[in-house]
Protein backbone atom coordinates (compact mmCIF):
# COMPACT_ATOMS: atom_id res chain seq x y z
CA UNK A 1 0.00 0.00 0.00
CA UNK A 2 2.57 2.30 0.52
CA UNK A 3 2.92 2.48 -3.78
CA UNK A 4 -0.74 4.09 -3.15
CA UNK A 5 0.87 6.54 -0.07
CA UNK A 6 3.32 7.33 -2.25
CA UNK A 7 1.40 8.74 -5.28
CA UNK A 8 -0.53 10.94 -2.91
CA UNK A 9 1.92 12.33 -1.62
CA UNK A 10 4.23 13.05 -5.21
CA UNK A 11 0.67 14.84 -5.89
CA UNK A 12 0.03 17.00 -3.24
CA UNK A 13 -3.29 15.48 -2.09
CA UNK A 14 -4.12 14.99 1.58
CA UNK A 15 -6.02 11.74 2.31
CA UNK A 16 -8.70 11.76 5.49
CA UNK A 17 -7.99 8.61 7.53
CA UNK A 18 -6.39 5.41 6.69
CA UNK A 19 -6.58 3.02 3.35
CA UNK A 20 -9.60 0.74 3.61
CA UNK A 21 -10.59 -1.58 1.37
CA UNK A 22 -13.70 -2.07 -0.43
CA UNK A 23 -15.69 -4.30 -3.09
CA UNK A 24 -14.59 -2.90 -6.65
CA UNK A 25 -18.30 -3.03 -7.60
CA UNK A 26 -19.74 -1.50 -4.41
CA UNK A 27 -17.13 1.50 -5.11
CA UNK A 28 -17.94 2.29 -8.39
CA UNK A 29 -21.42 2.79 -7.79
CA UNK A 30 -20.93 5.34 -5.30
CA UNK A 31 -20.93 8.55 -6.61
CA UNK A 32 -21.30 10.20 -3.05
CA UNK A 33 -18.74 10.86 -0.98
CA UNK A 34 -17.07 7.43 0.46
CA UNK A 35 -16.49 7.26 4.29
CA UNK A 36 -12.94 7.39 5.31
CA UNK A 37 -12.13 3.99 6.17
CA UNK A 38 -11.57 3.54 10.12
CA UNK A 39 -8.33 4.37 11.37
CA UNK A 40 -6.54 0.65 12.34
CA UNK A 41 -2.77 -0.24 12.75
CA UNK A 42 -1.43 0.27 9.24
CA UNK A 43 -3.17 0.26 5.92
CA UNK A 44 -6.04 -2.53 4.76
CA UNK A 45 -4.92 -4.31 1.88
CA UNK A 46 -7.33 -5.66 -0.56
CA UNK A 47 -7.78 -10.09 0.74
CA UNK A 48 -8.83 -10.79 -3.00
CA UNK A 49 -8.90 -9.50 -6.53
CA UNK A 50 -12.80 -8.11 -6.04
CA UNK A 51 -11.41 -5.98 -4.01
CA UNK A 52 -10.36 -1.85 -3.88
CA UNK A 53 -8.06 -0.36 -1.24
CA UNK A 54 -8.73 3.34 -1.34
CA UNK A 55 -8.43 6.74 -0.09
CA UNK A 56 -10.70 9.52 1.03
CA UNK A 57 -9.33 13.17 0.63
CA UNK A 58 -9.53 16.43 1.04
CA UNK A 59 -11.33 18.15 -2.04
CA UNK A 60 -8.91 21.08 -1.66
CA UNK A 61 -5.73 19.24 -2.25
CA UNK A 62 -7.16 17.84 -5.58
CA UNK A 63 -7.72 21.44 -6.40
CA UNK A 64 -3.99 21.92 -6.06
CA UNK A 65 -3.32 19.15 -7.91
CA UNK A 66 -5.53 20.24 -10.48
CA UNK A 67 -4.17 23.96 -10.97
CA UNK A 68 -0.44 22.68 -10.62
CA UNK A 69 -1.31 20.03 -13.46
CA UNK A 70 -3.00 21.63 -16.40
CA UNK A 71 -1.61 25.32 -15.18
CA UNK A 72 -4.31 27.71 -14.96
CA UNK A 73 -5.62 28.02 -11.54
CA UNK A 74 -9.22 27.60 -11.49
CA UNK A 75 -9.51 26.15 -15.15
CA UNK A 76 -11.21 22.84 -13.90
CA UNK A 77 -13.13 22.87 -10.29
CA UNK A 78 -14.42 19.50 -8.53
CA UNK A 79 -17.68 19.09 -8.39
CA UNK A 80 -18.17 15.31 -7.23
CA UNK A 81 -15.97 13.02 -4.95
CA UNK A 82 -12.77 12.15 -6.60
CA UNK A 83 -11.60 8.65 -6.57
CA UNK A 84 -8.31 7.07 -5.60
CA UNK A 85 -7.41 3.91 -5.22
CA UNK A 86 -5.55 0.35 -6.25
CA UNK A 87 -7.12 -2.08 -8.13
CA UNK A 88 -5.33 -5.59 -8.67
CA UNK A 89 -1.89 -4.12 -7.56
CA UNK A 90 -2.36 -0.68 -9.69
CA UNK A 91 -3.09 2.74 -9.07
CA UNK A 92 -5.58 4.77 -10.64
CA UNK A 93 -7.36 8.13 -9.90
CA UNK A 94 -10.60 9.51 -11.60
CA UNK A 95 -11.11 13.40 -11.06
CA UNK A 96 -14.61 14.94 -11.94
CA UNK A 97 -14.61 18.92 -12.35
CA UNK A 98 -16.35 21.76 -14.23
CA UNK A 99 -14.10 22.93 -17.36
CA UNK A 100 -15.05 26.59 -16.76
CA UNK A 101 -12.99 27.61 -20.07
CA UNK A 102 -15.34 25.51 -21.85
CA UNK A 103 -18.53 25.31 -19.48
CA UNK A 104 -18.79 21.76 -19.31
CA UNK A 105 -17.99 19.38 -17.31
CA UNK A 106 -15.26 16.82 -17.41
CA UNK A 107 -13.40 13.71 -16.11
CA UNK A 108 -10.38 13.00 -16.05
CA UNK A 109 -8.78 9.70 -15.42
CA UNK A 110 -5.07 8.79 -14.50
CA UNK A 111 -3.29 5.21 -14.32
CA UNK A 112 0.32 5.51 -12.25
CA UNK A 113 3.30 3.15 -13.76
CA UNK A 114 6.64 3.20 -13.50
CA UNK A 115 7.04 5.79 -16.16
CA UNK A 116 4.87 8.11 -13.80
CA UNK A 117 1.04 9.56 -13.99
CA UNK A 118 -0.44 8.78 -17.93
CA UNK A 119 -3.62 10.00 -18.14
CA UNK A 120 -6.23 6.97 -19.78
CA UNK A 121 -9.90 8.99 -20.08
CA UNK A 122 -10.67 12.80 -20.90
CA UNK A 123 -14.71 12.88 -21.14
CA UNK A 124 -16.35 16.01 -21.71
CA UNK A 125 -20.43 16.30 -21.21
CA UNK A 126 -23.16 18.76 -21.08
CA UNK A 127 -26.71 17.75 -21.45
CA UNK A 128 -26.28 18.55 -25.56
CA UNK A 129 -23.20 16.72 -26.02
CA UNK A 130 -20.38 14.34 -25.12
CA UNK A 131 -17.17 14.08 -26.28
CA UNK A 132 -14.52 11.43 -24.96
CA UNK A 133 -10.73 10.57 -25.55
CA UNK A 134 -9.90 6.52 -24.32
CA UNK A 135 -7.08 4.97 -23.56
CA UNK A 136 -8.67 2.31 -21.07
CA UNK A 137 -7.27 -1.08 -23.37
CA UNK A 138 -5.44 -2.84 -21.00
CA UNK A 139 -7.29 -1.94 -18.24
CA UNK A 140 -10.09 -3.46 -16.35
CA UNK A 141 -12.10 -0.44 -16.75
CA UNK A 142 -14.54 1.67 -19.04
CA UNK A 143 -16.49 5.05 -18.72
CA UNK A 144 -20.18 4.26 -19.26
CA UNK A 145 -22.26 7.29 -20.95
CA UNK A 146 -26.45 6.66 -21.80
CA UNK A 147 -25.83 2.95 -20.02
CA UNK A 148 -23.48 2.36 -22.79
CA UNK A 149 -19.64 1.61 -21.70
CA UNK A 150 -16.54 2.66 -24.24
CA UNK A 151 -13.29 1.58 -23.45
CA UNK A 152 -11.24 3.36 -26.26
CA UNK A 153 -10.97 5.49 -29.44
CA UNK A 154 -11.66 9.46 -29.96
CA UNK A 155 -15.34 10.92 -30.63
CA UNK A 156 -18.56 12.20 -29.53
CA UNK A 157 -21.69 11.24 -28.55
CA UNK A 158 -25.16 11.97 -27.08
CA UNK A 159 -25.24 14.66 -24.32
CA UNK A 160 -25.40 13.53 -20.35
CA UNK A 161 -25.55 14.75 -16.74
CA UNK A 162 -23.16 12.31 -15.66
CA UNK A 163 -20.43 9.77 -16.91
CA UNK A 164 -18.81 6.93 -14.41
CA UNK A 165 -16.09 5.01 -14.40
CA UNK A 166 -16.52 1.50 -14.27
CA UNK A 167 -15.40 -2.05 -14.34
CA UNK A 168 -15.45 -3.27 -18.23
Known sequence: MSRLRNILVGAGIATVGAV???????????????????????DKEPQSPEEIAYVKVEPSSVQKFLDASFGKAGRYVPNRPPKIFEYQDRQYMVIWAKDNDQDKNQMLAFAYTDKGREMIASVGYTSDETDYNLELDGTPFAIEVNDKKLTSGKGKTAGTNAVDFVLE
Open 20 to 42: GTKVAVDYFRNRGEEEAPPEIEG
